[in-house]
């Protein structure tokens, strides 16, 4: 490994952790406006919280949900999948 994959390495890692310590608590709350928007025309978001609280594999049901027809730009994608494998887990 050169030099350079080093410091894009430290750079990334510096990045993921910024974005930890700064969007944590408000994770919940942008997840849960993308699933607001994208999720519920087909059915409820409790079933989405209820999936999530069972431990079900979110990134994998979320790829699903794309193939069924659900929309979601990156940026939305990133915000879900933050919150999936990152947020504590929702409050019952
Ligand atoms: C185009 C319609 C549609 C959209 C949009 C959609 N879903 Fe679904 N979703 C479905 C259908 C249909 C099922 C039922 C599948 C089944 O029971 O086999 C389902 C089921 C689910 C389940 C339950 C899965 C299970 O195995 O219990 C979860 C969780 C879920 N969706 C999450 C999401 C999330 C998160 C989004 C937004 C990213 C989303 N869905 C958007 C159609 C949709």
Redesign the pocket.
């Known amino acids: 490994m050169g030099k350079l994959a080093l410091v894009a390495v430290t750079i990334l890692g510096g990045a993921t952790l910024a974005f930890a310590a700064g969007d944590n608590k408000n994770a919940e709350k942008k997840a849960q406006a993308v699933?607001m928007k994208?999720?519920t025309?087909?059915?409820s978001a409790e079933?989405?919280n209820a999936?999530f609280k069972a431990g079900?594999d979110?990134n994998a049901?979320?790829h699903e949900?794309?193939k069924?027809?659900?929309k979601?730009s990156d940026k939305e994608k990133s915000t879900?999948d933050f919150y999936w494998n990152k947020a504590p887990v929702l409050k019952k």
Do not use: D
Request: aromatic share 0%.
């Open positions: 699933i994208r999720c025309s087909c059915h079933r989405i999936a079900r979110m049901i979320e949900m794309e069924k027809g659900a979601l879900l």
